[in-house]
């Protein structure tokens, strides 16, 4: 491996760099390290996530009532669409200590709008926690090509000196500092590049997440509708009696 690695031309310009050079592809490479890491989780967990919201909108297509939701609620409660069903369980038992109260006209107005409020905001919240260390991404995209052409920039200077110092401007004497200044230039780009697709790419995901349990809250929304103004008692008392702290 090393006699590889000592007949490689790229290689061989990387060592002869200056403190400088070497310690701006260092961090480029550690960059690159740590925004392919959280790209490949994100991606991983994203799509696992995805999939549990796909199978529970899925069982929502033939559920109207809220024994039915609470029932499937609790096949999966650690899992994404199990923690948000969980809260959303949090604002039905508000909304039916309002209804239980004869606010049944507060209730069905006010109350349901309150209702989709913190609904989306729990939605808000989950789709943030998803978007978290993304901004890696970005920072390796925008900073990558920036600090290859600080390291070209360095290098080139060296080089000029070089020239100045020997007097002479042929191809022999130019060619290899200015190859050398160009290796961060490369560096630069091998970071950025992937760090655009895979922040596009992880992007996609958490919107998916995203769209999937937007659908999820609008049955929330129409089921808790039906709730109070059917007047469903045997729903009613299930909400009463269930123990949200447990699910969430």
């Not at 890696?136 to 110092?165: E, M, N, R």
Request: aromatic share 6%; charged share 15%; with cysteine.
């Amino acid at each position: 491996m090393a006699a590889v690695l000592a007949g490689n031309t790229m290689w061989t310009l990387v060592l002869q760099g200056d403190t400088m050079t070497k310690c701006i592809l260092l961090f480029l490479v550690s960059l690159s390290v740590i925004s392919w890491s959280i790209a490949l989780y994100k991606l991983i967990v994203c799509h696992i996530k995805i999939q549990e919201l796909k199978a529970m909108n899925l069982q929502l297509k033939e559920i109207r009532t809220f024994k039915a939701l609470f029932t499937a609620m609790k096949k999966i409660p650690k899992t994404l669409p199990g923690y948000f069903l969980s809260r959303c369980l949090i604002f039905l038992k508000d909304l039916l200590m309002i209804r239980q109260a004869d606010n049944q006209l507060y209730a069905q107005s006010t109350g349901i709008d309150f209702l989709q409020m913190q609904v989306g905001q729990t939605i808000d919240e989950i789709v943030m926690q998803e978007e978290s260390y993304i901004s890696v991404l970005t920072v390796s995209a925008a900073v990558g090509p920036l600090l290859g052409l600080l390291g070209t920039v360095w290098g080139l200077v060296h080089a000029f000196i070089d020239i100045s110092q020997k007097q002479s401007a042929d191809i022999v004497t130019v060619a290899p500092g200015i190859a050398e200044a160009l290796i961060t230039t490369i560096a630069g780009l091998l970071v950025a590049i992937p760090a655009v697709i895979l922040f596009y790419a992880v992007s996609n995901k958490v919107r998916e997440i995203d769209f999937n349990i937007s659908l999820l809250a609008d049955k929330v929304v129409m089921i808790a509708r039906n709730l109070v103004i059917d007047n469903d008692v045997t729903d009613q008392q299930m909400i009463h009696d269930a123990d949200a702290q447990e699910l969430v």
